[in-house]
C-alpha cells in the first residue's frame, strides 16, 4: 500500500516549529489578523504565523518554503491598501515586524542600517538628538521594510524624493533561502545592475527585505506650515500647479476637495476652517527662507481667489495641523459608520493635474458614491477614498467601475495607476495598459528566473 504523501504547508510548519518555537503559531485569531491588509479583498487564511526576529531566521523558513514549494507572504505592519499582505496561496504569512533594530547610524555620511520593521516614527524617534531624520512619510504606521516592497511615496515627496532616491541599500534573502546585499554607503556607484532598484517595489515577489540602508536629512532650521482656502476646486488645482511650476522649494503641498475637508473637521476637530477645498502646505529651511517661500505662495494663491492663507511656526500647531491629513482616511471610514474604503492613487504629470483632478470629481458626481478626494499634488498624485458599504456587492461593483474610470483618465493623460501603493492585488488589471504587452513579459521572466517555483508572494502584481 502507498504511504500517503506528507501535507507540505504541515512539512514545513513541523520544521518551522522547531526553528521558533512560540513564534510559529497556527491560532485562528492570529491568522485571521494576518489574512488581509487595509483593503476590499477577500481574506485568505494562511496555514502559519511565523514570527522572525532575524536574517537567519527568515532564510531558513524561506529554505523551507522552497524544498516543499510552500507560498509564503511577507507581513509588516498590515496596513497596505491593496492587497499585499494577503496569503493568497495560504502557506506561511511571515511576519517581520518583530526586526526593530537599528544597527548603525552614520551622522557624518548621514546614513543609518535598519531591520525592516523600524517604522518612520521610531526611527526618526532614534535619530531626533543627532539633528537627522528620515522623511518618506505615508501617513501611516507601516514599517520601512514595506515602504521599500511597495515603493512608498507620501507627503514630503515632492521636496524629498520617494522611497526609492532615499535607499542606499538592502539585505534581501532569495527564493531558495540565498541572502544577497545590494547597493552601499556612497551616494553614487557606476558598475553591475542597480540590483537595489529592483526589489524596491517589488512587492516582496522577488525577494524578502532584511535589511534596509537609508540616506538621511538634516533637520531643517526652520519649519512652517500653512493653510488656504478656495472657492473651488479648480482654483486650488491651478494654485498648485502655477507654485510648482514657479519653482517653489514647497517641503509639502496637500489638496483636500470639500468632502474631504468636511471629513476631516469632523474627525480631527479642526476649528476655525470651511469645508471648502484646502491646500496644507510645510515649507523648510533657514528662517528667513521659510518666510520667504511662504510669501511667495501666498501671493500666488491670492491670485486664485484663496482666503484665509494662516501660519503655524511652533511645531504643536503644526503636528495638530499634519495629523489631521494623516488621520484623513479614517476621517473618510467615520464619514460614512459601516463602510470600507477603495483608494486610488493616480499620478499625472503636473501640466495635467487639473484635467484629471476634475475630470475625477466628474466622474465621482456621477457614480452617486461617495469619495473624497485628497492628494500629494505637488507632484501630481491624489487618492480618492471610494466609500462602499460593507457586504453590499452591487455599490462595490459600482465602485470598482468609478477605480477604473479615473485610472484610465490618468493612463490617457500620460499617468500611472499608481504613485505610491503599488499593485497588490488590487491593480493588476491595470499594468499591461500601462506597460504594454512587452514590458510586462519582461516582468513575468525577471519573476520566473528569481522565483521559478513561485512561492513569493503568489498572486502578487500579475494576475496569472
Known amino acids: 500500500m502507498n504511504e500517503i504523501p506528507p501535507n507540505p504547508a504541515a512539512a514545513v510548519i ?23 491588509g487595509e483593503d476590499t479583498t477577500t481574506p485568505t487564511l494562511p496555514d502559519a504565523v511565523a514570527f522572525v526576529e532575524t536574517t537567519a531566521e527568515v532564510a531558513e523558513i524561506v529554505k523551507l518554503c522552497h524544498r516543499h514549494g510552500v507560498a509564503i507572504t511577507p507581513f509588516g505592519a498590515g496596513t497596505s491598501l491593496e492587497g499585499h499582505v494577503n496569503p493568497v496561496r495560504a502557506g506561511i504569512s511571515l511576519d517581520l515586524s518583530r526586526m526593530t533594530a537599528v544597527l548603525e ?18 526611527l526618526n524617534e532614534h535619530l531626533r538628538d543627532q539633528g537627522l531624520f528620515f522623511p518618506v512619510d505615508p501617513g501611516s504606521v507601516c514599517t520601512i521594510g514595506g515602504m521599500c516592497a511597495t515603493r ?91 507654485t510648482m511650476q514657479a519653482g517653489v522649494p514647497v517641503a509639502r503641498i496637500e489638496l483636500l476637495d470639500e468632502v474631504q475637508m468636511a471629513a ?5 476637530k479642526l476649528e476655525g476652517y470651511r469645508p471648502v477645498p484646502t491646500l ?23 491670485e486664485y481667489g484663496a482666503e484665509g492663507f494662516s501660519w503655524a511656526r511652533d511645531a504643536e500647531s503644526r503636528n495638530r495641523l499634519w495629523k489631521a491629513r494623516h488621520d484623513a482616511y479614517w476621517a473618510c471610514i467615520a464619514a ?20 484629471a483632478l476634475l475630470g475625477c470629481k466628474r466622474d465621482i458626481e456621477e457614480s452617486g458614491l461617495m469619495a473624497p478626494i485628497v492628494g500629494h499634488v505637488g507632484d501630481g498624485n491624489f487618492h480618492t477614498v471610494i466609500l462602499v458599504e460593507d457586504g453590499n456587492p452591487q455599490a462595490l461593483e459600482r465602485a470598482w467601475e468609478l477605480d477604473r474610470k479615473i485610472v484610465k483618465r490618468a493612463l490617457d493623460l500620460g499617468g500611472t495607476c499608481s504613485g505610491e501603493h503599488g499593485i ?25 528566473a528569481m522565483d521559478p517555483k513561485g512561492i513569493l508572494n503568489p498572486g502578487k502584481i500579475f494576475r496569472n
Open 264 to 268: 476631516c473637521i469632523s474627525y480631527s
Open 14 to 36: 513541523a520544521a518551522a516549529r522547531v526553528l521558533l518555537g512560540d513564534r510559529l503559531t497556527t491560532n485562528d485569531t492570529i491568522r485571521q489578523q494576518h489574512s488581509r
Open 105 to 122: 547610524v552614520n551622522a557624518e555620511d548621514m546614513d543609518c542600517l535598519i531591520e525592516p520593521g523600524v517604522t518612520r516614527q521610531q
Open 336 to 355: 460614512q459608520p459601516g463602510s470600507r474604503g477603495i483608494a486610488t492613487d493616480v499620478c499625472v504629470p503636473i501640466s495635467r493635474l487639473a484635467e
Open 152 to 242: 512608498a511615496s507620501g507627503t514630503n515627496a515632492v521636496r524629498y524624493g520617494t522611497i526609492r532616491e532615499n535607499v542606499l541599500g538592502l539585505e534581501v534573502v532569495l527564493a531558495d533561502g540565498r541572502v544577497v546585499e545590494t547597493g552601499g554607503r556612497t551616494r553614487k556607484a557606476a558598475n553591475g545592475y542597480d540590483l537595489t532598484r529592483l526589489f524596491i517595489g517589488s512587492e516582496g515577489t522577488l525577494g524578502i527585505i532584511t535589511k534596509v540602508r537609508l540616506r538621511l536629512h538634516g533637520i531643517p532650521e526652520a519649519m512652517t506650515s500653512a493653510v488656504c482656502q478656495f472657492p473651488t476646486l479648480a482654483a486650488a488645482v491651478n494654485s498648485v500647479i502655477t
Open 424 to 448: 497588490g492585488l488590487g491593480k493588476r488589471e491595470f499594468l499591461e495598459a500601462e506597460h504594454g504587452a512587452e514590458a510586462m513579459a519582461v516582468m513575468r521572466s525577471l519573476k520566473v
Open 280 to 302: 496644507f502646505l510645510e515649507f523648510h529651511g533657514t528662517e528667513a527662507g521659510v518666510v520667504e517661500q511662504a510669501e511667495l505662495v501666498e501671493g500666488i494663491t491670492s
